[in-house]
């Protein structure tokens, strides 16, 4: 969510087809979650998630970082 959060503010519904593979369920209480630690907040206009400052950083740092770690070791990973 916060890759997909990365490149701005989304709805749950478009939050949801970009993902895949979530129910609304799970999107719901992982939103809440994200909320809850302030990485995501939700825009009283159009109902839009977005990242906080603070979820911003994580976002562009330690877990883009991550995926970049993934992406380039995904031959290694997969069996």
Do not use: C
């Amino acid at each position: 969510m916060l890759t997909a959060l990365r490149d701005g503010a989304l709805r749950r519904v478009d939050l949801r087809a970009g993902i895949g593979g979530i129910s609304d369920k799970a999107l719901h209480e992982s939103l809440l979650r994200l909320r809850d630690f302030r990485l995501v907040a939700k825009e009283d206009e159009g109902h839009r998630y977005r990242l906080t400052d603070v979820g911003t950083s994580f976002a562009t740092g330690p877990v883009l970082a991550l995926a970049q770690w993934a992406e380039a070791n995904h031959s290694s990973l997969a069996s």
